[in-house]
């Protein structure tokens, strides 16, 4: 199998792989995005395929032993709780992490054009560039949630908040707020 792999893309690993051969895979498994870790913390990415795909391969390169090794669940083995598939940093919490790479409203990576449109949500009160990427945050899950379950802003202050703010949560608070105006806005938390 790998045999025939190597005879159908015309890859040479007679030296090894270098990052000719790592360009030569994605270009051949295009519905897969590779991404190379190397480091004791993951900290340098060495390969990044440049593929729009929500399926990866993630690999961490041993300059010891100068092999490969398959990541089969990135969280756990870089010890975080989400790793953002815009700069492959990790992080403890997903909702809250910004990144240039992904939009900030649907989360969806690489980021969403701008338009002068802004669509509203009345859900989550956010606003959205345009209805392909307002469907998105209706339907994009992260933790079993959906993005508009999960980032909401305030009605009354507009900032961002991670969870709903249903009166029924016994966690909510009133705070009164007073913005660089003077305008006093109540705030529900």
Do not use: W
């Amino acid at each position: 199998m790998v045999h025939q792999l190597l005879e159908t893309t015309g890859i040479k690993l007679d030296e090894g792989g270098r990052i000719r051969e790592l360009t030569q895979f994605q270009e051949h498994f295009k519905e897969h995005q590779i991404v190379i870790f190397s480091g004791l913390y993951f900290e340098d990415v060495l390969f990044d395929g440049q593929v729009e795909s929500e399926k990866r391969i993630n690999l961490l390169y041993d300059d010891t032993t100068y092999y490969y090794h398959v990541i089969t669940y990135i969280t756990g083995t870089m010890a975080k709780t989400y790793v953002c598939k815009g700069c492959n940093k990790g992080c403890k919490r997903d909702v809250t992490y910004k990144c240039e790479q992904s939009c900030s409203d649907c989360m969806s990576v690489p980021p969403c054009a701008f338009y002068d449109v802004r669509i509203p949500c009345e859900s989550c009160s956010r606003n959205f560039r345009s209805p392909t990427y307002f469907d998105k945050h209706k339907k994009k899950e992260l933790r079993g949630k959906t993005v508009c379950e999960q980032k909401r802003n305030c009605v009354s202050c507009s900032r961002s908040r991670e969870k709903s703010m249903d009166v029924s949560d016994r966690t909510v608070r009133t705070v009164t707020r007073t913005d660089r105006l003077g305008i006093s806005a109540t705030c529900r938390r």
